[in-house]
Nanobody, 117 residues
């Protein structure tokens, strides 16, 4: 059974940093494109960053230069380093795994990030 477990969320002041982790189990991690999404109440889930199987990355414009997505295939874990955090980054952050050729997709349970003074 596939499990994606996020951790690292919390309360941080504007300008601060957090590092989110997504630990994957029960899946062939190296075959999956991995993504971070975020969602605020009443809004649609937003794609924040993607790291593909070949470790190429993409970011939504609002986080470029501040967030860094990475993966450690040996640890089957994905990360999101978030620097220079802003109040508008406040959201529940979700880990997502996609194996496109097999149409497989999995989600984590989410971790809350709150940026506030």
């Amino acid at each position: 059974q596939v499990h994606l477990v996020e951790s690292g969320g919390g309360l941080v002041q504007p300008g601060g940093s957090l590092r989110l982790s997504c630990a994957a189990s029960g899946m062939a991690f190296t075959f999956y494109d991995m993504r971070w999404y975020r969602q605020t109440p009443g809004e649609q889930r937003e794609l924040v960053a993607t790291i593909a199987r070949d470790s190429s990355t993409n970011y939504v414009n609002s986080v470029k230069g501040r967030f860094t997505i990475s993966r450690d295939n040996a640890k089957t874990t994905m990360y999101l380093q978030m620097n220079s955090l802003k109040p508008e980054d406040t959201a529940v952050y979700y880990c997502n795994a996609v194996y496109r050729s097999l149409s497989l997709e999995y989600w984590g349970q989410g971790t809350q990030v709150t940026v506030s003074s």
